[in-house]
């Protein structure tokens, strides 16, 4: 599938798989942002203030649950995301190159 971006999104979205946005603005908890899926301009209400460059959750992650970006797996939630919410650090935990997981997780990163 061939990904543009289109005009009149506050936040980047990639890829159909994807949990999250891409903030393309320093943006305010409580306001609305759109961002651009194969359904058109989709709305998301900020539970948090978002700053340039960093993620906004679009779907609901439940604790454990990978986290996609741009497609790939960026990371695992370490507890329970809720659509609007800023996800960073404080949320998620990187997956690559753990020394605790096992060979056959470690296969499938």
Partial sequence: MEHRIESGADALYMDERDHVATALRDMTAGETIQYRNSEGLRGVTLVDPI???HKVAIVAVEEGMDVRKYGEV????????????????????????????????????
């Fill in 51 to 53: 700053p340039f460059g």
């Fill in 74 to 109: 960026i990371g695992r939630a370490v507890k329970s995301i809720v659509v609007g919410q800023h996800v960073h650090v404080h949320n998620i935990e990187g997956i690559r190159g753990r020394g605790d997981l096992g060979t056959k997780e470690a296969a499938a990163q």
